[in-house]
T-cell receptor, first 114, second 108 residues
Framework: GAGVSQTPSNKVTEKGKYVELRCDPI?????LYWYRQSLGQGPEFLIY????????DSGLPNDRFFAVRPEGSVSTLKIQRTERGDSAVYLC????????????FGQGTRLTVV | GDSVTQMEGPVTLSEEAFLTINCTYT??????LFWYVQYPGEGLQLLLK?????DKGSNKGFEATYRKETTSFHLEKGSVQVSDSAVYFC???????FGAGTILRVKS
C-alpha cells in the first residue's frame, strides 16, 4: 500500500479481554516498530522487528504484551488480560532498514479499556 | 540506556518570531538524530534528520545541527507561521527513541 496501515483505528474493550492490533507496513520495508503513546507524552518504544525476528523487545511492559511478524510483513500486537492502564494510542512504523533511514508512521489504533 | 530529553512546552510565539526547541540525547556511539512533527489530527511525520556529527538537517525553514560536543540537536526556525502549530518530537536511533514532545502554538 501507499503508507503504513493500522487496523482497527479505534478499539474499545472490557477489562480482562484479549485484543489484537494489526499493522500493515509499507511494502518492502524490513524494519517494523511498535510504540504506545499516552495523552501528552512522546511515543514509548515497545518492540522492533528486523524481518521476522524481534531485534529488540525491551520496551514491552510485561508478559501480557506480545507481538509477531511471521512472514516479515504484517505484524500483530497482542495484549492479554487488558487493564485500564493499557488505554493509549498504539503506533506502528516501518522503514527500509534500521539505522539512518526514515521511519513512516501509521495513524495509530486508539485502544480504550473500560 | 538510550534517551532523549527535550524542553517542556507549550511554547507560545507570535507569528514571525524566532523558534528554538532544545533537545539533548544520551551518547552511545553516534546515532542518527531526527525531528518528527505531529500536526493536529494527523500522524507523526519526519521533519528533518542528521546522520553524523556536524551535519545540519533542514526542511520547511526548520534547521537542526548535530552537535556531538554537547550531545544536542536543537530545532530552530527563523520566522514561525501559524501553520507551524504542532507537537514536535526529537528522536534518536537505533530503535528510534523519542523525547516527550514539545507543543508549539503560534498566534497571528
Amino acid at each position: 500500500g501507499a503508507g503504513v496501515s493500522q487496523t482497527p483505528s479505534n478499539k474499545v474493550t472490557e477489562k480482562g479481554k484479549y485484543v489484537e492490533l494489526r499493522c500493515d507496513p509499507i511494502s518492502g520495508h524490513t524494519a517494523l516498530y511498535w510504540y504506545r503513546q499516552s495523552l501528552g507524552q512522546g511515543p514509548e518504544f515497545l518492540i522492533y522487528f528486523q524481518g521476522t525476528g524481534a531485534a529488540d523487545d525491551s520496551g514491552l511492559p510485561n508478559d501480557r504484551f506480545f507481538a509477531v511478524r511471521p512472514e516479515g510483513s504484517v505484524s500483530t500486537l497482542k495484549i492479554q488480560r487488558t487493564e485500564r492502564g493499557d488505554s493509549a494510542v498504539y503506533l506502528c512504523a516501518s522503514s527500509l532498514v534500521g539505522g539512518s533511514t526514515e521511519a513512516f508512521f501509521g495513524q495509530g489504533t486508539r485502544l480504550t479499556v473500560v | 540506556g538510550d534517551s532523549v530529553t527535550q524542553m517542556e512546552g507549550p511554547v507560545t510565539l507570535s507569528e514571525e518570531a524566532f523558534l528554538t526547541i532544545n533537545c539533548t540525547y544520551t551518547a552511545t556511539g553516534y546515532p542518527s538524530l531526527f525531528w518528527y512533527v505531529q500536526y493536529p489530527g494527523e500522524g507523526l511525520q519526519l521533519l528533518l534528520k542528521a546522520t553524523k556529527a556536524d551535519d545540519k538537517g533542514s526542511n520547511k525553514g526548520f534547521e537542526a545541527t548535530y552537535r556531538k560536543e554537547t550531545t544536542s540537536f536543537h530545532l530552530e526556525k527563523g520566522s514561525v507561521q501559524v501553520s507551524d502549530s504542532a507537537v514536535y518530537f526529537c528522536a534518536r536511533r537505533n530503535k528510534l527513541v523519542f523525547g516527550a514532545g514539545t507543543i508549539l502554538r503560534v498566534k497571528s
